[in-house]
């Protein structure tokens, strides 16, 4: 497995533009739904990760209970195919972008 994933980072490090076609979101199985998505969108959608591209992504969300100080919000990107090709969490003059844990108070 190990060498699986390192198989995946040099495909992606090694890879000068990936186009991402299709968006699905929602929670992981069995995890606590403390809010309902409402909106998610991404711009340009195709979305077109190469040097010097810009991604913006807006989510609106309904909090259906308090969220509790100190909570983390796990976000898993990954780009499906014959072999999926996760993204990895980059930092980036210190913004972490990718599959990454977010402090929730952070993102609210």
Known sequence: MKVFFALACVALASARNIKIDQ????FCDGSAEPA?????SVEPFPIVIA???????SVQLTLNE???EGAQV???IK???L???????????????????YDADTLL
């Open 23 to 26: 968006l699905e979101y929602g």
């Open 36 to 40: 309902t998505l409402d909106m998610i």
């Open 51 to 57: 040097t010097g591209e810009t991604i913006t992504l």
């Open 66 to 68: 308090p969220v509790p």
């Open 74 to 76: 796990s976000l898993k």
């Open 79 to 81: 780009k499906e195919g």
């Open 83 to 101: 072999i999926d090709i996760p993204l990895p969490c980059l930092e980036i003059e210190g913004l972490h972008i990718g599959s990454c844990d």
